[in-house]
């Protein structure tokens, strides 16, 4: 079946502590990007990556770190997390940038940061 | 920029009801249009799509089309069901996908 899967779904942590979301995805998609959703503010990107070693910001990249080592993995770095960066967050892969290319998405991260 | 623009919700129907939420865009290029739909406790799928104008996308009863003139999206149901709950994001995708904010809609019995 055809998928993105992010680990883990719900995480409650506290400010400073490093912690890692992952996100693989099964379609052998090229492009993978990271969103977050905020109540009234829709989702908004993160990172994203075009293929592997290829990585860039979004519209809201403070805070954040990616890598794209493998084709299948685009793992989400929180280095010190802050409260401002509780949230919901997905990751999404598709089979290119191209403008009438859907994306696929994971069931999405819940983050609490205290 | 490119920007998408929704009605805000919540909405609230009885089934059987007509469903419309606006969704007009400003983009610079020529994008395509989406509609994906957010059930409660899962991610995002896509509901239907558009990629030029005058396109008429559809899929489970929900229709929209890609009108230039007017730079709109809108999304349509002619009688929403409980299980339509949910929240209903447009999008445009010009090589980086923008969503709107999201309008949640729920379907009472």
Same mark, same amino acid.
């Given at each position: 079946?055809?998928?993105?899967?992010?680990?883990?779904?719900?995480?409650?942590?506290?400010?400073?502590?490093?912690?890692?979301?992952?996100?693989?995805?099964?379609?052998?998609?090229?492009?993978?990007?990271?969103?977050?959703?905020?109540?009234?503010?829709?989702?908004?990107?993160?990172?994203?990556?075009?293929?592997?070693?290829?990585?860039?910001?979004?519209?809201?990249?403070?805070?954040?770190?990616?890598?794209?080592?493998?084709?299948?993995?685009?793992?989400?770095?929180?280095?010190?997390?802050?409260?401002?960066?509780?949230?919901?967050?997905?990751?999404?892969?598709?089979?290119?940038?191209?403008?009438?290319?859907?994306?696929?998405?994971?069931?999405?991260?819940?983050?609490?940061?205290? | 920029?490119?920007?998408?623009?929704?009605?805000?919700?919540?909405?609230?129907?009885?089934?059987?009801?007509?469903? &419309?939420?606006?969704? &007009?865009? &400003?983009?610079?290029?020529?994008?395509?249009?989406?509609?994906?739909?957010?059930?409660?406790?899962?991610?995002?799928?896509?509901?239907?799509?558009?990629?030029?104008?005058?396109?008429?996308?559809?899929?489970?009863?929900?229709?929209? &089309?890609?009108?230039?003139?007017?730079?709109?999206?809108?999304?349509?149901?002619?009688?929403?069901?409980?299980?339509?709950?949910?929240?209903?994001?447009?999008?445009?995708?010009?090589?980086?996908?923008?969503?709107?904010?999201?309008?949640?809609?729920?379907?009472?019995?």
């Amino acid at each position: 079946e055809a998928q993105v899967t992010q680990n883990p779904r719900y995480l409650i942590t506290v400010t400073g502590k490093k912690l890692t979301v992952t996100c693989s995805q099964n379609m052998n998609h090229e492009y993978m990007s990271w969103y977050r959703q905020d109540p009234g503010l829709g989702l908004r990107q993160i990172y994203y990556s075009m293929n592997v070693e290829v990585t860039d910001k979004g519209d809201v990249p403070e805070g954040y770190k990616v890598s794209r080592k493998e084709k299948r993995n685009f793992p989400l770095i929180l280095e010190s997390p802050s409260p401002n960066q509780t949230s919901l967050y997905f990751c999404a892969s598709s089979s290119g940038p191209n403008s009438n290319q859907p994306q696929h998405f994971g069931d999405g991260t819940r983050l609490s940061i205290l | 920029g490119n920007s998408v623009t929704q009605m805000e919700g919540p909405v609230t129907l009885s089934e059987e009801a007509f469903l &419309t939420i606006n969704c &007009t865009y &400003t983009a610079t290029g020529y994008p395509s249009l989406f509609w994906y739909v957010q059930y409660p406790g899962e991610g995002l799928q896509l509901l239907l799509k558009a990629t030029k104008a005058d396109d008429k996308g559809s899929n489970k009863g929900f229709e929209a &089309t890609y009108r230039k003139e007017t730079t709109s999206f809108h999304l349509e149901k002619g009688s929403v069901q409980v299980s339509d709950s949910a929240v209903y994001f447009c999008a445009l995708n010009d090589y980086k996908l923008s969503f709107g904010a999201g309008t949640t809609v729920t379907v009472r019995a």
